[in-house]
């Protein structure tokens, strides 16, 4: 029967996405799978974006979206905010790329800086892939240690280290916690420098960091883990992991590359807990192509290469490009705290009401995030590690997330989402009042 009904819900995808159905078919004759990127995927096919505009983007058939998805996360002012409009045409104006640094790359580092509590220096890169890779990089080679120790479940990007145990099957895991390639194929050599941590079970990852201390140079984690719906850690497991780092030497890398929205600070200022380095990217270049690391001046200095060759060379032929770095200051500039106050409120206040409406309807849930960030899990008890995510109903989580579809608004494969500056009460209600008739005709 429920899966009639998932039906019913794709057999009305289809019939109002016509053209976006002919340009998938297009699109797989020149790419794998009609994509270039996995997270813009989703079966039956993707829509395929005309334009976007303040909290709405528009698929080619015409449709309109409320779009909760802003681009992973990272258009937090929404789509074409004129300010970033404006910005980009008058830099586009000067020129779009220099082989020299511009004023702006002062600027923006300043801003950063100033307002990221681990920050003493910051470098660009031009993805939040770049930028965790950088800073594994810097945390080798100050500690002069070859591991790295990440969380099962944890994505940090597409480079080989962190590509171990993202989303590994339930018949690879073991009791150990042993690490899993994230591909076939993958050298086995990367198996035996990342040692895999569990999240939320302090126990076993102080076990594991004591075995492995001498060989570890950094343990990487978010601490609101995206790929669960945003879930935020327990504040007892980030103090701890915290605690036990510093006793043993190793450095602690923070992945802020979503989460640098909760705050002006990001996670680590809203939680006082304050990691060695910490990656960014998505909100920190204004909706375009951008990556950032920073930390502590002593760990940082190794790229410092105004007194001959740097420890770690970084290049970029477009690391700090000036069209980044424009609509990043306007960005920041539109970020004050008391714009991330009614932000946060206002996430708030729509988990609130999605867990009334499941509540209503007496449909297990768990409604995780913080901030502006949220997620939606058909499960009865809350995530608290990678293996509790198998017991979600992910039939209808699909289901669900159809239906929106089809109704007009678009969230995350996983259900999940963001808000952005734009968003108003009014769009959370309708969102609220929208997943309530969906859930009626899917339950």
């Known amino acids: 029967m429920e899966s009639n009904k998932l039906n019913i819900e794709i057999d009305r995808y289809l019939s109002n996405t016509k053209k976006s159905r002919i340009l998938q078919e297009k699109a797989s004759k020149y790419l794998p799978g009609g994509s270039t990127r996995e997270a813009q995927y989703f079966d039956p096919y993707p829509i395929f974006i005309d334009y976007g505009k ?12 409320l779009d909760f998805v802003i681009n992973a996360t990272s258009l937090i002012l929404g789509h074409s905010h004129p300010g970033i409009v404006e910005r980009l045409k008058y830099q586009a104006s000067k020129g779009t790329a220099f082989s020299g640094p511009v004023e702006d790359l002062i600027n923006l580092s300043e801003v950063l800086c100033e307002r990221i509590p681990s920050l003493d220096t910051v470098r660009f890169t031009n993805s939040g892939t770049e930028a965790t890779l950088l800073a594994i990089r810097a945390a080798r080679a100050f ?23 993202v989303n590994p099957a339930v018949n690879d895991l073991t009791d150990d916690i042993d690490p899993v390639r994230g591909y076939i194929g993958q050298p086995e050599g990367i198996l035996n420098d990342v040692v895999i941590l569990p999240f939320n079970n302090l ?42 780092t510093e006793e043993l030497g190793i450095l602690l890398v923070f992945d802020e590359v979503q989460s640098l929205r909760i705050s002006s600070g990001g996670a680590q200022q809203h939680f006082g807990v304050i990691p060695d380095l910490t990656a960014m990217g998505k909100i920190i270049g204004g909706g375009l192509p951008v990556g950032a690391f920073g930390g502590r001046e002593e760990i940082m200095s190794l790229y410092d290469q105004s007194e001959g060759k740097a420890v770690i060379p970084h290049s970029g032929t477009f690391n700090g490009n000036p069209m980044t770095l424009v609509a990043g200051l306007e960005t920041m500039k539109h970020l004050t705290p008391d714009t991330y106050n009614s932000l946060n409120n206002l996430g708030e206040t729509l988990r609130q009401k999605l867990r009334a409406v499941f509540s209503e309807l007496e449909i297990p849930v768990i409604i995780s995030g913080i901030g502006s960030l949220f997620g939606i899990h058909f499960r009865n008890e809350p995530i608290k590690d990678y293996r ?34 734009l968003t108003e009460e009014n769009d959370i209600d309708n969102f609220v009042r929208l997943t309530r008739e969906v859930l009626v005709r899917i339950k």
Request: proline share 2%; net charge negative.
């Open 143 to 165: 500690t002069k240690k070859n591991k790295i120790a990440k969380f099962e479940g944890g994505y940090h990007g597409a480079h080989e280290s962190v590509a171990i145990s």
């Open 203 to 244: 126990d076993v990852c102080e076990s594991k960091l004591r075995e492995y201390k001498d060989s570890l140079a950094c343990v990487i984690m978010e601490p609101v883990i995206s790929s669960f719906g945003y879930t935020p850690l327990d504040l007892d497991f980030l103090t701890g992991i915290r605690n036990i």
């Open 388 to 421: 509790s995510t198998f017991e979600s109903d992910k039939l209808m989580r699909r289901m669900l997330f159809t239906g929106l579809l089809n109704e007009g608004v678009l969230l995350q494969g996983q259900t999940a989402g963001a808000l952005n500056v």
């Open 54 to 65: 303040g909290h709405y983007i528009y698929d080619v058939d015409g449709n309109e979206y």
